[in-house]
């Protein structure tokens, strides 16, 4: 959902649908033969999208726009064969640090994080509300109800978060993880009104301007 939100500005929606398609059959063939399922990248997918996103000229203090997306499929396949040819390149490898790993990982991870309205939600409880942005969910959702809204997913990460990390317990992750999905259709649907979920849980151009479409090494908040 995050590579499929408008201001990322992709337009070939088949070749992005195909490829979800393709890791189902790739999960339920590894699955008959007993093999470690596929998924995903979602990180690396974010950092590939932007790194092809060539935004528009614009005068300064205005917000960046995306111009185009070169959409193609020639870098992931030389990163596959890159990643393929480490098995070759183990003795050269082994002479990185294991600092300098962990740093990529954290790289990737603040980055995947920045403009996630969920993260901005739960700084903004410690905030008062006259300092609030002008963002929908601050203004068309009263305060409380974005905080019990905000809760709520929070209680579920901290379930999904203590489900996977317990032994006994992690077998139900799936099945938790399709719980979260029913609440959020069947049960908030009728403790929030559409236009509460629009902007809480929304996709809209006007909840994407939290994110920074700035160059993608100017994303990250760490010093590079």
Not at 17 to 40: E, I, K, Q, R, S
Not at 189 to 204: I, N
Request: hydrophobic fraction near 50%.
């Amino acid at each position: 959902s995050l590579l499929s939100a408008p201001d990322r500005g992709l337009r070939k929606g088949t070749g992005f649908h195909f490829d979800l398609v393709l890791l189902g059959v790739c999960a339920v063939v590894c699955a008959t033969f007993g093999l470690p399922w596929m998924c995903a990248a979602a990180v690396q997918s974010l950092a590939h999208s932007s790194s092809l996103t060539i935004y528009k000229r614009r005068a300064p203090g205005e917000r960046d726009q995306v111009d185009f997306v070169i959409e193609q499929r020639l870098t992931t396949i030389g990163v596959a064969i890159l990643t393929g040819a480490c098995t070759l390149l183990g003795f050269v490898l082994k002479n990185i640090p294991l600092a300098v790993l962990f740093g990529i990982f954290l790289y990737l991870g603040v980055t995947s994080m920045l403009g996630v309205q969920f993260l901005h939600r739960l700084t903004l409880i410690l905030l008062p509300q006259k300092y609030y942005p002008d963002y929908p969910y601050c203004q068309q959702v009263s305060m409380w109800r974005m905080h019990f809204f905000s809760f709520i997913q929070l209680s579920c990460l901290i379930v999904l978060w203590l489900c996977k990390n317990t032994k006994s317990l992690s077998l139900a992750f799936p099945f938790l993880l399709m719980m979260v999905a029913i609440l959020r259709k069947v049960v908030l649907s009728r403790v929030f009104d559409d236009k509460e979920l629009a902007a809480l849980d929304g996709h809209d151009e006007e909840n994407q301007e939290l994110e920074s479409d700035d160059d993608f090494y100017s994303d990250v908040g760490l010093p590079m």
